[in-house]
């Protein structure tokens, strides 16, 4: 191998890795943005009702406090996530804390429903109602 075509070859190569590296920045800065329910749905067969107050935090962003039949949006960046919602009592008291995992891709949803998610809905985030 020449020296002129090995320079070409390390050329390339790193051309080709400066693209993969971009693509990679890419994925993991992915930003989303969740629209956070706290109204009644149905999901299946089963209806939850929403809550009186709830404060919502997701990856210990700044908390957002939502009554009942609100919303709001959250904006993410990537695709792992922690989501943190606490329900309050009249006096914004915590009567109970759910965490739970959750990962964002092309194919799932944008709407967080919280009561599905205080209920044990596995599917609590769906796709947005047009």
Do not use: C
């Not at 050329?11 to 706290?38: E, M, R």
């Not at 606490?86 to 964002?104: A, G, N, Q, Y």
Request: aromatic letters at 6%; zero cysteines.
């Amino acid at each position: 191998m020449t020296a002129m075509r090995r320079r070409r070859v390390v050329q390339a190569s790193l051309v080709l890795l400066l693209v993969l590296f971009g693509f990679w920045l890419y994925h993991i800065g992915k930003g989303f943005d969740l629209l956070v329910d706290n109204k009644t749905i149905t999901i299946g067969d089963a209806t939850y009702r929403a809550t009186a107050t709830v404060r919502v935090s997701i990856d210990g962003s700044e908390p957002l406090v939502l009554t009942k039949r609100g919303r709001d949006v959250i904006s993410v960046v990537g695709y792992d996530h922690v989501i943190r919602v606490e329900e309050l009592d009249m006096d914004d008291e915590v009567i109970r804390t759910v965490e739970k995992s959750f990962t964002l891709d092309r194919h799932s949803g944008d709407l967080l429903s919280l009561p599905a998610l205080l209920g044990g809905e596995e599917n609590w985030i769906v796709l947005r109602e047009p």
